[in-house]
Nanobody, 125 residues
């Protein structure tokens, strides 16, 4: 069973930065597409960013483009989300997820096979 463990969430003022990490168990991490999603109170889970197994191709939601950067270190089985210029509307529980197939669209939650437990990000105004 693949396990995902997020870390790095917390409370930050608007304009600040946080870096989320997601450590993934198993020996096939480099074959997985990885995604970050978030869920705010009363809202549906939404796509934030995704990265192919190769690390070459990345995708971002329009709301975070230019502020967030997704990356991965396949030697460490870890995916990161660097979040800069944070806004109060970025407040949510952030989840990382793994897609075993790494083909087709990877911005939809239902494509993902494994999920972490989530980490809270709170941005104060």
């Amino acid at each position: 069973q693949v396990q995902l463990v997020e870390s790095g969430g917390g409370l930050v003022q608007a304009g600040g930065s946080l870096r989320l990490s997601c450590a993934v168990s198993g020996r096939t991490f480099s074959t997985y597409a990885m995604g970050w999603f978030r869920e705010a109170p009363g809202k549906e889970r939404e796509f934030v960013a995704a990265i192919r197994g190769s690390g070459i191709t990345v995708y971002y939601a329009d709301s975070v483009k230019g502020r967030f950067t997704i990356s991965r270190d396949n030697a460490k089985n870890t995916v990161y989300l660097q979040m800069n210029a944070l806004k109060p509307e970025d407040t949510a529980v952030y989840y990382c997820a793994a897609d075993k197939s790494d083909w087709g669209t990877i911005i939809l939650p239902h494509r993902y096979d494994y999920w972490g437990q989530g980490t809270q990000v709170t941005v104060s105004s």
